[in-house]
């Protein structure tokens, strides 16, 4: 069972926001700035689209954001596009020195 | 170019090993972390595990689920990450990618290998 909570599915029309939750303890999200964010689509490897919070690698669209407000981090896309419907991942580093992925969120462009 | 090769995936039974491989290339190995991350058929991701580079002295760190089974190492000299797996159970079945991160910590996993099948069944 996962130590991290994440809807198990977001949606939106073209052109919107939305934003994922992903909700852990002041023993992982709540302490730790080692949170990130991973897009998935069906059979390939996951991307990486969030690290750190709330950085950017290069290369991933400036219309993926990350903050963080507690025990709770989160992903917005704004502009929703149709190339954004994939699973979303969160993961956290933990007060154990291990790494923890979040249940996943599916999105889904209307 | 970072690339990440997995390979070593097999059909085992169940309480027997096997040894997966990350073969590393277009960075300097030695110098960063390296971690495994699984993915069962149908389900989302679970960290398996990860070494640190020499530096911060190459150790290691399970999560519980495979603590005690599996054992993770690299060669340095060869730019290969390894995934000894033992005691195999039938839950251990999924794609294992190894990972490399955005620095020289494992922190944020920034390529990925293509990931190599496991299937555990009698």
């Known amino acids: 069972q996962s130590a991290l909570t994440q809807p198990a599915s977001v949606s939106g029309s073209p052109g919107q926001s939305i934003t994922i939750p992903c909700t852990g303890t002041?023993?992982?999200?709540?302490?730790?700035?080692?949170v990130s964010w991973y897009q998935q689509h069906p059979g390939k490897a996951p991307k990486l689209m969030i690290y750190g919070v709330s950085n950017r690698p290069s290369g991933v669209s400036n219309r993926f954001s990350g903050s963080k407000s507690g025990n709770t981090a989160s992903l917005t896309i704004s502009g929703l596009q149709a190339e954004d419907e994939a699973d979303y991942f969160c993961?956290?580093?933990?007060?154990?020195?291990?790494?923890?992925f979040g249940p996943g969120t599916k999105v889904t462009v209307l | 170019e970072v690339q990440l090769v997995d390979s070593g995936g097999s059909l085992v039974q169940p309480g027997r090993s096997l040894r997966l491989s990350c073969s590393a290339s277009?960075?300097?190995?030695?110098?960063?972390?390296m971690s495994w991350v699984r993915q069962a058929p149908g389900k989302g991701l679970e960290w398996v595990g990860l070494?640190?580079?020499?530096?911060?002295?190459?150790?290691?760190e399970y999560a519980s689920s495979v603590k005690g089974r599996f054992t993770i190492s690299r060669d340095d000299s060869k730019s290969i990450a390894y995934l000894q797996m033992n005691s195999l159970k039938t839950e251990d079945t999924a794609v294992y990618y190894c990972t490399r991160g955005v620095g020289i910590s494992a922190a944020g996993s920034l390529y990925w290998g293509q990931g190599t099948l496991v299937t555990v069944s009698s």
């Open positions: 070494i640190r580079n020499k530096a911060s002295g190459g150790t290691t």
């Open positions: 277009g960075f300097t190995f030695g110098d960063y972390a």
């Open positions: 002041s023993s992982d999200v709540g302490v730790y700035n080692y």
């Open positions: 993961n956290s580093y933990t007060s154990s020195s291990t790494y923890v």
